[in-house]
């Protein structure tokens, strides 16, 4: 049983489009909500995180809008470039053990 | 710093053999923990650490053990490598305080099993 669940599985935007890639999980005991980005060939690194207290964060072109109520949170790229194509990853982990649980991955493809 | 270093790169395996999968990090992180990555699941949790001597069962544990013996080093071994194992393995470690989450990634290891 899938923990995190994310969609969509692949996404093709053109060049300034805004993707936007969503992820719902159950476990309310889960307080951190991390975005990574992964480049082919290579491992994951993070991108942005979220806490539930907060509804949205901003980091340069990447947002976070979280929904405690609906326990679902998404990632928005404003402005997307080449450059963002690669695979996005949500995850959510448990304050106990430092435990996280991944989704399932988005491939994005951002066309010039 | 070397940040999260995995040995080798690449494997191949026949079925049944054995192999241990290194990975060490010079940030002094109490956190370590292995992932798998397969198409279209994600990174499923193998095994964590919370610090030296001290190894926790993830998601998917089977056929795969582990041990923390130092702070830096965390291997995964398999103990009869199974096709189902084919997978590419990620080690990841972090420093465990409550408002420094971020996960630091090693470039991975791909192994097949024939």
């Known amino acids: 049983q899938q923990q995190v669940k994310q969609s969509p599985q692949s996404l093709i935007v053109q060049k300034g489009g805004i993707p936007i890639i969503n992820c719902a999980y159950e476990?309310?005991?889960?307080?951190?909500f991390p975005w990574y980005q992964q480049f082919p060939g290579k491992g994951p690194a993070l991108l942005i995180a979220?806490?539930?207290?907060?509804s949205e964060k901003k980091e340069g072109r990447f947002t976070i809008s979280f929904n405690k109520s609906a326990k679902q949170f998404s990632l928005h790229i404003m402005d997307s470039q080449p450059g963002d194509s690669a695979t996005y990853f949500c995850?959510?982990?448990?304050?106990?053990?430092?435990?996280?649980?991944f989704g399932s991955g988005t491939k994005l493809n951002v066309k010039p | 710093n070397a940040g999260v270093t995995q040995t080798p790169k690449f494997q191949v395996l026949k079925t049944g053999q054995s192999m241990t999968l290194q990975c060490a990090q010079d940030?002094?992180?109490?956190?370590m923990s292995w992932y798998r990555q397969d198409p279209g699941m994600g990174l499923r949790l193998i095994h964590y650490s919370v610090g030296a001597g001290i190894t926790d069962q993830g998601e998917v544990p089977n056929g795969y053990n582990v041990s923390r013996s130092t702070t830096e080093d965390f291997p995964l071994r398999l103990l009869s490598a199974a096709p189902s194992q084919t997978s590419v393995y990620f080690c990841?470690?972090?420093?465990?305080?409550?408002?420094?989450?971020?996960?630091?990634f090693g470039p991975g290891t791909r192994l097949t099993v024939l």
């Open positions: 940030m002094n992180h109490e956190y």
């Open positions: 476990n309310t005991a889960f307080d951190y």
């Open positions: 990841a470690s972090s420093s465990g305080s409550r408002f420094s989450n971020e996960q630091f």
């Open positions: 979220i806490r539930p207290d907060v």
């Open positions: 995850a959510a982990r448990k304050d106990n053990f430092n435990k996280f649980y």
